[in-house]
């Protein structure tokens, strides 16, 4: 029954708070600057629209059928004998079975075509990527509870920072230190898990210049919720002088300060070290 005491002030409340609630999220996912996440985020709002081919007819027929064969209706057919409609049973089938073979369709072929092994053929819709351009390696370590990202081709390392020139392909070697975790920057491409002692791969290119966040995805433990990483989409020029603050620092990554910063530790700010140890950690990826 309904309560007296719970007022419409309250009801009010009540109704607001899921509104307040999602007002704090963020649709990153849908708002990529990344090719690789332009294509993921299209194929969701291709799936979404193709499911509610379905789901849509169905929510308005219930109601339909609700009110058409209410107890009120003196013009509802009453049919206590009906077992069988041919055309019922083909749209029944039909109409799924069609949605699911596009749905596998797009599926199997987005699939091949955004494998993060498979160097990218395009930075754009519409742009191929040259053929003379060469990729920029980025070695990625997940700590705990921290990001280490090391530029080889560049002589540099950051810790919890991630810049990115805009419209370069990106070739990410992605590793841990000691546990799973999870790569994760949604406005650049998908998920891809960061193993210990094994390599994952990922390929992608920024297309706009701003900053996003990106995180872990895979709990990890106590400081979990606070390893994210800055990152950052910047104009070739740019990028070029982040890389010289970056050697401006002057600090030097070696094994000695590589011990330390795989100890746990948590809300870490971003480092940057001027050059790394000949060899450390490195991964090197075969063209």
């Not at 109704?15 to 990529?32: N, R």
């Not at 409609?85 to 083909?90: A, C």
């Amino acid at each position: 029954m309904f309560d007296p005491a719970f007022s419409p002030l309250r009801r009010a409340f009540a109704l607001a708070l899921p509104l307040l609630l999602l007002g704090g999220c963020d649709a990153v996912v849908m708002s990529p600057t990344g090719d690789v996440a332009l294509q993921q985020r299209n194929l969701i709002l291709f799936s979404v629209a193709v499911m509610l081919l379905i789901i849509v007819p169905v929510m308005v027929l219930t109601v339909l059928f609700a009110w058409r064969y209410r107890r009120g209706n003196a013009n509802k057919v009453y049919e206590p004998d009906f077992d069988h409609s041919t055309t019922l049973e083909l749209v029944i089938w039909s109409c799924p079975l069609l949605i699911i073979i596009a749905l596998s369709a797009v599926t199997w072929t987005s699939t091949h075509l955004l494998d993060p092994f498979r160097p990218l053929e395009r930075l754009a819709p519409g742009v191929p990527v040259p053929s003379d351009m060469k990729p920029l390696t980025v070695e990625v370590i997940a700590l705990d509870w921290k990001w280490l990202f090391i530029y080889p081709d560049l002589g540099i390392a950051t810790v919890n920072e991630l810049a990115l020139p805009v419209n370069v392909p990106v070739r990410f070697a992605i590793t841990s230190s000691d546990q799973f975790n999870t790569f994760y920057a949604p406005t650049l491409a998908g998920m891809i898990y960061a193993m210990p002692t094994m390599r994952s791969e990922l390929n992608a290119v920024l297309n706009k210049p701003g900053d996003s966040w990106g995180y872990s995805g895979n709990y990890s433990g106590r400081g979990y919720s606070d390893m994210r990483f800055k990152l950052r989409g910047i104009e070739a020029a740019d990028f070029d002088r982040w890389v010289a603050e970056v050697k401006a620092a002057g600090g030097i990554l070696a094994l000695s300060n590589l011990v330390e910063l795989v100890k746990p530790s948590e809300r870490v700010p971003v480092m940057r070290f001027a050059s790394v140890e000949q060899g450390l950690l490195s991964t090197p990826i075969e063209v």
